[in-house]
């Protein structure tokens, strides 16, 4: 009977990063679950530059040092030398998180259930076959919630006649206007005729393709960008309530990724959050580490709770843009703001909303 050093349950970018950060330079066995065809997953993950980041700068596949936020009369521009907004793609982060040392199996099954035998983990697969690991990494994570707001959205990557896209500037998030619904395009513009054009809603429903397709030509058209070509498509949900699952009492069960709390619910940020949960892990005892501040997740909170029972446009979110720059916005999304900061942010929100939120 073979018991592996670790099993880790789903290769999304949190068990990707157990794998390299965790393992990579050992000669450990590991074995690794995933019920999906990981080849056909592609997709970008944005984040700002933080110190944690850099270690993977090889890989990032553009930085911007210029992003906006507006709607149809109002442009706020950021603008950071240090901190630029970058993205990676699935794929990349895939085969760097598999260019290791040690060894690693991929069995491409569905984790049915594990449990403690001695002082090792027997992991059964949904066909019935059985393995064995000392430790248990679980990505597995509810995406969706009865009740509870999601933040949904579908992409598409086009390539434009030339000189279509200002390439230095990305549209972090443009406010369409919608009657009773949050809903912005996100617009990455990898070259001056290559972009992401993403349709993006907070709500408590998904909708089918066709809807966020209908953004997405709308936007187009008014930008008068009308012939184009699509060569691939993103979507997803993000959960935007707190998906974390309880901690194991086992020291040897550790919750990664959304399901271990990486996850920024106001604002979907999940990618560079996970890779710090597992840069921790590497150093702590424990089986979990704390990745946003108290104070974070308690304005997370009420900044939900806001959005939840009002009819948001994106006025909070211009608002709040216009109070920060660059620097100050992009600390605040990577939950390394100071308190002058917090303060700002705070003074930007609706009062009377707010206050009612504070005390619910
Ligand atoms: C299209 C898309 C774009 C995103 N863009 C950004 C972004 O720009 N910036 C950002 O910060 N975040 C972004 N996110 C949010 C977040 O970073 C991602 O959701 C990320 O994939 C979360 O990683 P994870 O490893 O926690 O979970 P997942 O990626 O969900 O990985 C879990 C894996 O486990 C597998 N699995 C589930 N159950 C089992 C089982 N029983 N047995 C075996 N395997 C199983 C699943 O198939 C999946 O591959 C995006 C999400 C999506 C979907």
């Known amino acids: 009977m073979k018991i592996y050093k670790a099993a880790i349950i789903g290769l999304g970018p949190s068990g990707l990063a157990v794998n390299k950060i965790l393992y990579g330079d050992s000669s450990k066995e590991v074995i690794a679950f995933e019920n ?4 056909k997953r592609d997709n970008y993950f944005g984040f700002w530059l933080t110190e944690w980041m850099k270690p993977f700068e090889n890989i990032i596949e553009k930085k911007w040092y210029q992003w906006t936020i507006g709607n149809k009369n109002i442009n706020i521009i950021h603008t ?3 901190k630029p907004y970058c993205v990676i793609s699935f794929k990349k982060w895939k085969n760097f998180c598999l260019e290791t040392k040690n060894k690693l199996e991929i069995k491409n099954k569905k984790v049915a259930k594990y449990f403690p035998i001695k002082n090792y983990f027997k992991v059964i697969a949904d066909d019935n076959t059985e393995y064995y690991a000392e430790k248990i990494y679980d990505s597995r994570s509810t995406k969706e919630k009865k009740g509870e707001l999601l933040q949904h959205f579908y992409g598409i990557n086009i390539t434009v006649p030339d000189n279509t896209f200002n390439e230095n500037e990305l549209t972090l998030m443009h406010f369409t206007g919608e009657k009773n619904l949050l809903h912005f395009m996100y617009i990455l513009p990898f070259t001056h005729n290559k972009a992401l054009v993403e349709s993006t809603v907070f ?3 998904v909708f089918n393709n066709s809807w966020y397709r209908e953004k997405i030509y709308k936007y187009l058209n008014q930008k008068n960008i009308i012939e184009f070509k699509e060569t691939s498509a993103e979507k997803g949900i993000i959960p935007m309530f707190m998906a974390a699952e309880k901690n194991s009492s086992s020291p040897n069960v550790l919750n990664i990724g ?10 979907g940020y999940a990618f560079s959050f996970l890779i710090k949960q597992i ?3 590497k150093y702590s005892k424990k089986n979990s580490v704390i990745i946003h501040k108290f104070l974070d997740r ?3 909170k009420i900044f939900i709770n806001f959005l939840k029972n009002n009819n948001e446009d994106g006025e909070s979110f211009i608002k709040l843009a216009s109070n920060l720059n660059g620097n100050e916005f992009q600390s605040f999304m990577m939950g390394d703001s100071n308190l002058l900061t917090k303060f700002k942010i705070i003074k930007s929100m609706p009062k009377l909303p707010f206050i009612k939120e504070l005390f619910k």
Request: aromatic fraction near 0%; hydrophobic fraction near 25%.
């Open 298 to 300: 308690k304005m997370d």
């Open 279 to 281: 840069q921790l892990l």
């Open 203 to 205: 709500s408590k429903d």
């Open 258 to 267: 959304i399901r271990g709390g990486a996850c920024k619910p106001s604002t």
């Open 36 to 39: 999906q065809d990981i080849n």
């Open 80 to 82: 950071s030398s240090d």
